[in-house]
């Protein structure tokens, strides 16, 4: 959550900045914004950004973020997953969907999916909240979709990081057993490495224990987003 406040702020300043100096910004539609935010946000998460990230980024966000593009190219693809942001809140609004940079960070806790106790299997409810996210992702099938499972601190730390990914991978194969592309997906096993809540409650136990997406910009999006763009 402190990753992503500090991302959010540091554009915000960026590009207050940047328009309260420039006149022609100032009268820029969204794409033109969301370049100039592209261009000189780049800078920023090679330096300020890159080493509060860096120290423990690599789950979600991490992933995100380092999927920068930039430029006008940038603003392009800010403006779609824009649009696939809104489509994965409206499909399922229980899911926390975070926009970020030029991608989205989507974490699913145990109110949207959940496993069976000490296991990978996905329970009835799970596979009805993912068949909601299956339209959304082939409406845009120009992204690459990362998958981060991640378990509360009960069990060993090597046992909970295999159970991590095997749940990630559960999302997967279900997922592509809707018709989605196989070759869009990778997991990722994070165990309890990420907790954004106390395990010492139950309460926080569950929020530790999600699956967490990073929507990104495949080669395609890139190229086609640089040709619009005159890059």
Known sequence: ???????????????????????SVKNANNTQKGAVIGAVGGAVLGGVLGNNIGKGGNGALGAVIGGVVGGVAGGLIGNKMD????????????????RVGEGIK?????????????KATLTTKAKGNLDKLVPVFKEYPDTNIEI??????????????SLSKQRAES?????????LVSSRFKIVGMGETEPIASNDTDAGRGENRRVEFAITANDKMIQDAKKEAGQ
């Open 83 to 98: 649009r696939q942001a809104r489509s994965i809140s409206e499909s399922l609004p229980g899911a926390k969907v975070e």
């Open 106 to 118: 989507l974490t699913l806790g145990e109110n949207s999916v959940n496993f069976d106790f000490n």
């Open 1 to 23: 959550m402190k990753k992503s406040i500090i991302y959010t702020l540091s554009f915000s300043f960026i590009f207050g900045m940047t328009l309260s100096s420039c006149e």
């Open 171 to 179: 999302v997967k194969n279900y997922l592509i057993s809707k018709g």
């Open 148 to 161: 981060f499972g991640h378990t509360d601190s009960k069990g060993a730390d090597d046992y909970n990081m």
